[in-house]
């Protein structure tokens, strides 16, 4: 099973930016779709961005698309997150997920999970 670790969270200002990153390790993520969830306080996990195996592919949700661009670096077993235009409502724990299914960008089930890195835009 792949091991993955969520970096990159922090406090920024609404209008602001953030990158996030998640390095894998234990095997190659290069067959593996990979995706971005998010959870706030008292809501459910959801989807917000998913990229299939060779990066030809990728997926948003409609709350964060024209802002946020997810991409891989497969030589570097890391996925990216790049969060800009940010605003109060992405405020959020962000976490890294594996599906091993590599063309499942458009609705990934992760089989891993990172711990999550917490997100907070301020007004």
């Known amino acids: 099973q792949v091991q993955l670790v969520e970096s990159g969270g922090g406090l920024v200002e609404a209008g602001g930016s953030l990158r996030l990153s998640c390095a894998a390790s234990?095997?190659?993520?290069?067959?593996?779709?990979m995706a971005w969830f998010r959870q706030a306080p008292g809501k459910e996990r959801v989807f917000v961005a998913g990229?299939?195996?060779?990066?030809?592919?990728?997926y948003y949700a409609e709350s964060v698309k024209g802002r946020f661009t997810i991409s891989r670096d497969n030589a570097k077993n890391t996925v990216y997150l790049q969060m800009n235009s940010l605003k109060p409502e992405d405020t959020a724990v962000y976490y890294c997920?594996?599906?091993?299914?590599?063309?499942?960008?458009?609705?990934?089930?992760?089989?891993?999970w990172g711990q999550g890195t917490q997100v907070t835009v301020s007004s």
């Open positions: 990229i299939i195996w060779d990066g030809a592919g990728t």
């Open positions: 234990g095997r190659t993520i290069s067959t593996y779709t």
């Open positions: 997920g594996a599906d091993k299914n590599p063309y499942r960008g458009f609705r990934p089930r992760p089989d891993s």
